[in-house]
DNA sequence: GCAACGCGTCGAAGCGATTCGACGCCGGAA
DNA sequence: TTCCGGCGTCGAATCGCTTCGACGCGTTGC
């Protein structure tokens, strides 16, 4: 029982061994459970561990057994990206990965496939997770020959084999034209990401996008994107281009978490009513629809899901069970107070 | 060397040794520099590195040394907080830790005072970042039984001997009240937090509070505070709880990220303008001033600053010089749009 | 001319766990 | 009664790295 600077002793697993009378085996199998140990042995070791406050010491065990408890997970640093949704799958990971008893060691997307490589090949985590995936996603090679579990937030062109969960965004795009189409709308818009989002070919955008598009062709509709940074100006220039386009749009569908509140804002300013004169569908989570002065009809980004999920496949995979896999959510709209039946009356055609 | 399912050949440091014709000790005093090496050789082992690829077992590493190379950050995961601003400290902290060369493990506040003892007994951090800091702050007298670095972004009532960095966030709410005492104002709120990140005790919404309440004592200002859940409702209520408060007020300090579109879109809804019968100064990182169809005059909240400085102090702690300390960074407050001179004439009371 | 020193390198002893094989004991099958 | 098998436990090897002490050699200082 060494004693370490200012903290506390540091315990190891033969202390604990000592005290209870037994091999520092015996422990080790008492705490894995993975050879049979007497009820009244077990007792003995457990009472001993809470007396001397062991704690096993992750480096020690991760060299004896590979296995480090610990998942990786890239995160987008990207401002362009809509933060709060992020900070939804990295919080629906962490509280999965810790009712499994592991931890999350954080990379950026900065550090791009080299990071990936180091923390794997450093073995500093059993498996990674790769969020804000791109259509030629650079990581894909690296996280394929590392040897290790990965599982993808979004899905490549070339999944390989490679496990990826995600909304299924395309099916996301035609549920939210199949929406205003049953409303009666015939001339519609998608507001989508930045059009950075669309130049880095990040997957869920590019797939929103064609289900959008093709099922707004399949209802024979009249459908443009517009793609809008993130800002009030963004906003307003997405908006003159589009009613310029299309003066006589009546349906909106809004795949930019970022801009509602200025859109709303904005279009009340310019005196167009919603729903009345303007549907919006939005995609975002669940809890992102209130909080804009009308509750938004929605397709919901199931962050909390998709987050767990991701979690749950890595770790059944380095549980030797399940094979890589790819999982899309199907989409589910819920209808709330800002789509309504197309204008009777042809709508006057706005201006700007 | 051996072979390990699918991923390539484990390189160990004894292979790279062997091929580079030296003894394990000598590649990895190379490494280290903690011990000098003759170029020819330090050479021939870095070759040898490349060559065979070889990455150091963090496991083994941290066993040996008692080094692991990374960071603990405790994140809420609340969402009362406004999430931006928690990204970017994240942001800035991953990327200053990376320059040291270390990794950050992600916790959530969720885990409680037992999950930095978990982590840190564990030996699976070498020091802990905690944000989200209260008053009377439960994971001090912890973090202070660690005998490891730690690094309290916010500053609780009793900081013990541990570090802390933050915002002065005393001297900017008396920088932002200044502001409008110049320009004439004697009447003023102060749009805070929500309800519930006082009632936590949440370290920088206080100390703010104190010195917007002070700095308006000491000029005499009528002034009051008006907590803000962060919704369009929430602003709702308390822009008319204000108004039938104070109806003659004319300046308006926000400390509430989150409710600054919603804030300006309702302050526009009622057809107050801003900064002729309204200025307001908000408290917001920079680059969220922008974007809301007005640049408003603030105080900045330098999240990236502060995160790294976390990171630097942690750094400096674990290199062994340097004690604890306490850093407050002063205000810098930037005039933009949003302020103007109090009405000459005594503006007209907002009713609702 | 010799002691003292610094440099570059090596060998071996840990670090704290896991895990494999072995062993003693007891109960049930033959 | 003997043999076998399972259970509970132990001892020793091992994981891959760091670090301490030692050693040989070439310089430097008196």
Redesign the interface.
Known sequence: MRF?????PVVTISDVARDAGVSPSTVSYALSGKRSISTETRHRIEASIRRL?Y?????????AS?R?N?LA?VVP?R?DLN??V??QF??AA??AA?AYDH??????K??GPEGVR??S????ADAVIVMDVEASEPRVPVLQ????PAVLIGVPDQPRDLSCVDLDFTAAGATAVHHLAELGHRDIALLGPSPAVYERGTSYAGRFLRGFTSAADRHRMAAHSYPCV????GV?TCLDELFRTQPMATGLVVHNEAVL??L???L??RRISVPQRLSIVAVCPD?MV????LALTSVAIPTAEVGQLAVEMAMRQLGGIGQPEIRLLSPRLTVRDSTAPAPADLPEPVNN
Not at 290 to 293: A, D, R
Request: aromatic content about 2%; charged content about 20%; overall charge negative.
């Open positions: 370490d600077g200012e903290g506390g406050g704690h096993p010491h992750a480096g020690a065990r991760a060299l590979s480090t610990v997970l640093l401002m933060v709060p992020v900070m990295v919080g962490v509280t810790r931890d999350l060691l954080l990379l950026t900065d550090e180091r923390v090949a450093s073995a500093m020959s590392l040897g290790r993130p800002s009030y100006e307003r509140s200025a709303l804002a904005e009340s300013a809890d209130e909080n804009h002065g």
